[in-house]
């Protein structure tokens, strides 16, 4: 009914950037926050960085001034550009929006796009 689509994730070296897109389509009627997380193996899923329709931000203490959250309401796209990146923030990030469709009021999830920081 309705999907995230990630893509951008990848190797990157330490200090490097990556920019994460993640598109959302099918039955929408709108789409209220739109925010990034990520996970290792063996941790709970983190909230990276969240932006809301009206675009109130929310970060993760861990990637304040590294990672910029914006998104396209038009395309129904969320953005995260992420700078400076550390060997930590390996992992595979997931897209996630609340979405209002004609019918219902959903909270989707991507596939995930994995982003290893190495040397």
């Known amino acids: 009914q309705v999907q995230l689509v990630e893509s951008g994730g990848g190797l990157v070296q330490p200090g490097g950037s990556l920019r994460l897109s993640c598109a959302a389509s099918?039955?929408?009627?709108?789409?209220?926050?739109m925010a990034w997380y990520r996970q290792v193996p063996g941790k709970e899923r983190e909230l990276v960085a969240a932006?809301?329709?009206?675009?109130?931000?929310n970060y993760a203490d861990s990637v304040k001034g590294r990672f910029t959250i914006s998104r396209d309401n038009a395309k129904n796209m969320v953005f995260l550009q992420m700078n400076s990146l550390k060997p930590d923030d390996t992992a595979v990030y997931y897209c996630?929006?609340?979405?209002?469709?004609?019918?219902?009021?959903?909270?989707?999830w991507g596939q995930g796009t994995l982003v290893t920081v190495s040397s």
């Open positions: 996630n929006a609340a979405v209002r469709t004609p019918f219902q009021n959903l909270e989707v």
């Open positions: 932006i809301t329709s009206g675009g109130n931000l």
């Open positions: 099918g039955s929408i009627f709108s789409i209220n926050r």
